[in-house]
């Protein structure tokens, strides 16, 4: 089964805003349950996207201390949906400010993430030397 374009590049932020609609809108066991499903597989369809769309391959980055590949992918995700989880259950002033330095770390690596994905910051180097 094919999806047209538009809904394609839509479908993370589809799943990501139906889960954080239940989410918040809802306290049953069954609703958490499915707004966390929901985010798992919007992040999954994103990282997926993003690691098909990846212009610079992980073995011409420089070679220095690496998050493993999951770690790497998936902790701006986290850092989400933590921030969220705080936003909901834990309105002390502290907190929250913990959880918007902890979604503002998040969406910068993701929005970073999506640009170095869109242009290649190695195409107008030497290519002799990434070999």
Partial sequence: MKLSKPLYEKLPFIYFFSGLYLFFNYDM??????AT???IVSAQVWVK????RRQTRIRKTVNRIRLPQ???EYYPFVFLAASIVILKYYPQPIALAAALLMSLIAFKNIILRRQSRRANPLKFGDKQRLR
């Fill in 49 to 52: 996207r993003s690691d098909y």
């Fill in 29 to 34: 066991l069954a609703t958490n349950i499915s």
């Fill in 37 to 39: 499903l929901l985010y």
């Fill in 70 to 72: 999951v770690v790497y």
